[in-house]
């Protein structure tokens, strides 16, 4: 398959590293030079550099005319929407353009959009924002995944004292009729996929798999009822992923949002529902003032700035000051695997979400959900098992499954199941499949 | 610099206009043959020769309108016209003198209603109407009429249009002004039209339908009798009354588009409408209760009375259908501040206006906040809305200039002798262009005619004030309007 992703800054390069691990051709086109050098230090790819102000003789160098995606990925929206209408009129088959406008991205102009020849159209601030609004819903556990509208959900749960299966190996505690299943395991910097004979331990980062019915027992088990709704959360820097947030979160919840450029304050009280969001034009670094707008009574704090450096600091300190939930925005890669070991909750990396949401798309048809885990470098995916696959053929146990991948349950019709050796897998069935170093398309391979 | 030759020419196109509706009035007076024939042609040959003579000599104008001059010409247009208009009472002898005849036709213009003749049965037809049209015509505006007339008009000016409108926020609904001044004519057409005749059909002879329609949908106060609608002693009546004050004290833009372009609903989420329906009906059930517990009335003819007061009084328009004087002291204090508040702006009603309320709470609501959190951006929101920093001080501005004139005319009357209730609500009643007066001297259905010559003219001054809210008056008194720059 040929993909050519236009834009070389984050995005561009997570979705290079993600294409070019699964031996798709790609080709990079950007104005800068040195932000190629570094990707193809990285990558096997190919790169282009050209000019992005007019960019035509390169795209049909690039052989735009026979390419399976077109990815137009620049700062600049516009740019982007009219690379891909370009694309498409010069023969490639699927194009997505990132916007950062919300604007953008309702139905009516997505429509519109997709007439003119743009297939996808992708708002990285609206697609952190409903990770965040998910995880302020669930506030216990650290991420949480659904399939199928929530008949299966994955959660990370960092687990404590508190939590009732501590020290225990699995074979003893798991029976066939165990509401939970657990994935994967990280400690410190390890990723277990567990075996019989392996255990939880204080601090584990565990990815359980659950049916809708069972999460509030699941709770119960981790020891995490403590943990309060949310009804004030505060966010620190009122970018457009804050506006993304408060305008999806749920009436209920009141926010206060801080920031200290008084521009954009005025410009936020616009965008925002005043009745419900309170606007501060102070440093949210700021433990004062952070104190004085009642930070101990907030029951999430989310650190949106630009700066990932202040958003995991301001998140430990809301931490020491009682807030339960925590959320920091982390732009830098390198920050997040580190930042996942400080107890700072749950992180967000907009440039990898909106990666792996692209990234998708070339899986296909067959691989209908897609989502890689930062924190343990890994991929949860749905695959559909098409009749006569190999994933039909035997129980789960003498299918001869990689070790670096686990079935995380499946969805047969509208019902989950969680999964066991003995389930056995029937054609049409949508299977969650968890892989950690290993190739997503090798697990393609029982599916076909 | 003053463009004073293209002021005398719009004033000299006016003054022919205002003699077009006097002729209305004459035409009306030939009908019933009476008295009033002779002071109708008289007035209308004057007003007519003063016309040509001012557009003669602003032949050749130039047609740049400055902001100066638009305040100025508003001024002056308001003031002539109340001038010519008294003329046909002069000459009559229907009223003897020049300070009643003066107060009364500026009364009629802006709306406010309040009168100085004990005896209005007494006057002829055409005189009655001439009083009604005088309100009618001040409902929305002379030059905003003329607007819609003449489409070359002070050549579209925005200038004239913001000088005259009301209300903090002036918008238009259409690109082009004519043609927003022709639709909200066009409502006001229509309300007037439905309003006579509903009350046509519910039992008033067709000369008081007309009447009494116009001056309830310029939210006048005029009426044909003494006892007001009260005269009738007509459920049906005074509920048509109601319906009718209450659509006047709508925006008519908003109207325009509930009733013509099918946004029923917008008119239900606009905060200034549902800041004047709750406050209408907070008013009245107040009022109610103080009906039932102290004047033991009927639990239907109290809410008939108290909701026809209520919007008699929010809506400026000063008719009654009962003597508000007989009731507890207390409902008068609801009545006065119904008056201060008035209803929407862009209606035919005075005061503070609705729209004004609902910022200057907000603000007050937001000082309160800001106390708690310093650092807080707190917006004030209307209709989805900010309004700025710039316009609230502006609102608050008008708010202090408003209570100060109030204040200063309060404190003049009680000088010259008036009872200090009646002073109070008088200078509040004329501020807003209501009419009625509450007190124990002068009752809310009697004249004014007992009140001083000076008092009067100050009363004249202060409708005219209050009608085109303030500033532009006050911006014409201030040094560096006249300062040659």
């Not at chain 1, 732009?331 to 909106?354: P, R, S």
């Not at chain 2, 238009?172 to 039209?193: D, E, I, Q, S």
């Not at chain 2, 925006?251 to 325009?256: D, G, N, R, T, V």
């Amino acid at each position: 398959m040929k993909v050519i992703i236009v834009g070389a800054s984050a995005i561009g390069a997570h979705l290079a590293d993600l294409f070019s691990k699964g031996n798709q051709d790609i080709l990079i086109i950007d104005d800068d030079e040195q932000k190629l050098e570094r990707i193809q230090a990285n990558c096997d790819l190919m790169t282009i550099h050209s000019s992005l102000s007019a960019p035509i003789q390169s795209l049909k160098d690039a052989g735009v005319k026979n390419s399976d995606l077109f990815i137009a990925v620049t700062r600049d929206e516009y740019l982007n929407l009219s690379l891909c209408v370009l694309a498409k009129s010069m023969g490639a088959k699927h194009t997505v353009a990132k916007v950062e406008n919300a604007e953008l991205t309702d139905p009516q102009t997505v429509s519109a959009f997709n007439a003119a020849g743009v297939s996808t159209i992708i708002n990285p601030d609206s697609l952190a924002a409903q990770d965040i609004v998910g995880g302020l819903e669930l506030t216990w556990a650290r991420q949480r995944w659904n399939v199928h509208e929530g008949a299966l959900t994955m959660l990370g749960i960092k687990v404590r004292e508190q939590c009732q299966i501590l020290g225990k190996p699995f074979k003893e505690i798991f029976k066939p009729d165990s509401p939970y299943h657990i994935v994967a395991i990280k400690r410190g910097t390890d990723t277990i996929i567990p075996t019989g004979n392996d255990m939880l331990l204080t601090g584990d980062y565990v990815y359980f798999m659950t049916k809708r019915e069972f999460v509030s027992s699941l709770r119960g088990i981790v020891g995490k009822e403590h943990y309060p709704e949310v009804r004030n959360a505060i966010i620190v820097g009122g970018g457009k992923t804050a506006v993304s947030v408060v305008n999806k979160l749920p009436h209920n919840i009141k926010v206060k949002i801080f920031e200290s450029d008084i521009r954009r304050c005025e410009e936020l009280v616009e965008l925002v529902d005043s009745s419900r969001v309170m606007i501060i034009n102070a440093d949210g670094r700021s433990v004062a003032n952070l104190m004085e707008e009642n930070i101990r009574r907030a029951e999430a704090f989310i650190a949106l700035t630009g700066n990932a450096e202040a958003n995991i600091l301001a998140c430990l300190m809301a931490k020491n000051l009682g807030v339960p939930k925590t959320i920091a925005m982390i732009e830098n890669m390198d920050y997040v695997n580190i930042a996942g070991n400080v107890d700072i909750g749950t992180i967000i990396n907009k440039q990898a979400l909106t990666a792996s949401h692209i990234y998708q798309l070339m899986l296909g048809g067959d691989v209908s959900n897609m989502r890689n885990l930062l924190t343990v470098n890994a991929d949860v995916a749905e695959f559909v098992a098409r009749p006569g696959s190999r994933i039909t053929s035997k129980r789960v146990r003498d299918l001869g499954f990689p070790r670096e991948a686990e079935l995380g349950g499946i969805v047969r019709g509208d019902k989950g199941l969680l999964v066991n050796g003995d389930t056995l897998i029937e054609a049409g069935d949508t299977v969650v499949v968890f892989c950690h170093g290993t190739e997503i398309s090798k697990i393609e391979k029982f599916f076909l | 610099m003053l463009n004073k030759r293209l002021i005398f020419k719009i004033l000299g196109t006016l003054l022919w206009i205002e003699g077009a509706f006097m002729t209305l009035c004459l035409i009306m007076a030939l009908c019933y043959g009476e008295s009033d024939i002779l002071p109708f042609a008289i007035t209308i040959i004057a007003t007519l020769i003063v016309g040509t003579a001012l557009r003669l000599s602003g032949r050749h104008a130039s047609s740049a309108l400055s902001r100066r001059d638009a305040y100025l010409l508003v001024t002056v247009v308001w003031i002539a016209f109340a001038v010519f208009g008294s003329l046909p009472f002069l000459i009559g002898g229907y009223i003897n003198n020049v300070t009643d005849a003066f107060f009364e036709t500026m009364s009629g213009l802006t709306t406010t209603g309040a009168t100085c003749i004990d005896h209005v049965e007494g006057l002829p037809h055409g005189l009655l109407f001439w009083r009604s049209m005088t309100q009618w015509i001040g409902g929305l505006g002379i030059v905003f009429f003329t607007i819609a007339v003449i489409p070359s008009f002070v050549g579209g000016s925005v200038k004239v249009f913001a000088a005259e409108a009301t209300g903090p926020i002036k918008s238009k609904m259409h690109p082009r002004l004519t043609t927003t001044a022709k639709a909200l004519w066009g409502v006001y057409l229509l309300l007037t039209a439905a309003c006579a005749v509903l009350f046509f059909v519910f039992g008033m002879s067709p000369f008081d339908a007309i009447n009494y329609s116009m001056t309830i949908t310029a939210t006048g106060g005029f009426a044909t009798h003494d006892a007001s609608t009260g005269y009738f002693h007509n459920a049906a009546i005074d509920y048509t009354a109601i319906a009718f004050m209450f659509m006047s004290g709508v925006s008519f833009a908003l109207l325009y588009s509930a009733l013509f372009k099918g946004k029923a609903r917008q008119l239900f989420r606009n905060a200034e409408f549902r800041f004047y329906a709750i406050l209408t009906l907070a008013a009245t059930a107040f009022i109610v209760y103080f009906l039932l517990r102290y004047n033991h009335y009927s639990l239907g003819y109290a809410i008939r009375v108290a909701l026809f007061q209520t919007v008699s009084f929010i809506t400026t328009t000063g008719m009654f259908n009962e003597d508000a004087a007989q009731w507890h002291h207390i409902t008068w204090v609801i009545l006065s501040l119904c008056m201060f508040f008035g209803s929407c702006a862009g209606s035919t009603a005075g005061g503070f206006k609705c729209a004004r309320g609902v910022i200057a709470l907000k603000v007050l609501r937001n000082e309160i906040r800001h106390m708690l959190h310093p650092n807080a951006m707190l917006p004030v929101k209307v209709n989805d809305s900010t309004v700025h920093t710039t316009a609230q001080i502006t609102l608050m501005a008008f708010f202090l200039a408003y209570i100060t004139l109030c204040f200063t005319a309060y404190f003049i009357m009680i000088l010259a002798g008036v009872d200090s209730t009646n002073s109070l609500t008088i200078a509040l009643s004329c501020g807003s262009n209501v009419g009625p007066t509450l007190g124990l001297e002068i009752g809310p259905t009697m004249s004014w005619s007992i009140l001083p010559a000076g008092v009067k003219w100050l009363l004249s001054g202060l409708m005219l004030m209050g009608r085109l809210e303030i500033f532009t008056i006050l911006v014409i008194f201030s040094p560096s309007f006249w300062k040659m720059q």
